[in-house]
């Protein structure tokens, strides 16, 4: 059990760098806040369940991530949401668009580079005998 936790620990420090990598890119700034539903008005009659960068963050810091596909689960989410709510073809959406995909594969890229599968096989075993 103590193997586990250890296991874990080493996820949680392993994920924050790569979401911190992430938040710090310029192109990605409208990923790391949720989106504001000041500017925004209708984006929550519209997007069920939206994610952004600093809340995938505080889900870290709250232990809701047992392995990387987990958290790569909310990666694909936030772009998912990206694609929804600006579909047209107008300049604006396609941008937005354009830095969801790029975000999302920079994270693959990332995670995929940066960690040992051995590891993230161990994590997902532990995932899913809890
Ligand atoms: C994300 C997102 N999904 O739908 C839309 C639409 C966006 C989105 C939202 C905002 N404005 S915001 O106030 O909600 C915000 C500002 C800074 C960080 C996070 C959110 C700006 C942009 C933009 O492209 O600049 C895009």
Same mark, same amino acid.
């Given at each position: 059990?103590?193997?586990?936790? &250890?296991?874990?620990?080493?996820? =949680?420090?392993?994920?924050?760098? @790569?979401? +911190?990598?992430? +938040? =710090? &890119? *310029?192109?990605?700034?409208?990923?790391?806040?949720?989106?504001?539903?000041?500017?925004?008005?209708?984006?929550?009659?519209? @997007?069920?369940?939206?994610?952004?960068?600093?809340?995938?963050?505080?889900?870290?810091? /709250? /232990? *809701?991530?047992?392995?990387?596909?987990?958290?790569?689960?909310? @990666?694909?989410?936030?772009?998912?949401? +990206?694609?929804?709510? &600006?579909?047209?073809?107008?300049?604006?959406?396609?941008?937005?668009? /354009?830095? +969801?995909?790029?975000?999302?594969?920079?994270?693959?890229?990332?995670?995929?580079?940066?960690?040992?599968?051995?590891?993230?096989?161990?994590?997902?075993? @532990?995932?899913?005998?809890?």
């Amino acid at each position: 059990f103590r193997e586990e936790e &250890n296991t874990l620990r080493e996820l =949680r420090i392993f994920l924050r760098q @790569i979401c +911190a990598k992430l +938040a =710090r &890119n *310029k192109q990605f700034y409208m990923f790391s806040k949720p989106v504001d539903v000041e500017e925004v008005p209708d984006y929550l009659s519209v @997007i069920k369940e939206p994610m952004d960068l600093e809340t995938m963050m505080t889900k870290i810091d /709250h /232990h *809701k991530y047992t392995c990387a596909q987990d958290f790569l689960n909310d @990666i694909d989410l936030m772009c998912a949401n +990206a694609l929804e709510y &600006n579909p047209d073809r107008n300049p604006a959406d396609k941008q937005i668009r /354009h830095r +969801a995909c790029y975000l999302q594969d920079t994270a693959y890229a990332l995670i995929k580079a940066e960690m040992d599968s051995d590891f993230e096989d161990n994590c997902r075993k @532990i995932r899913d005998d809890r």
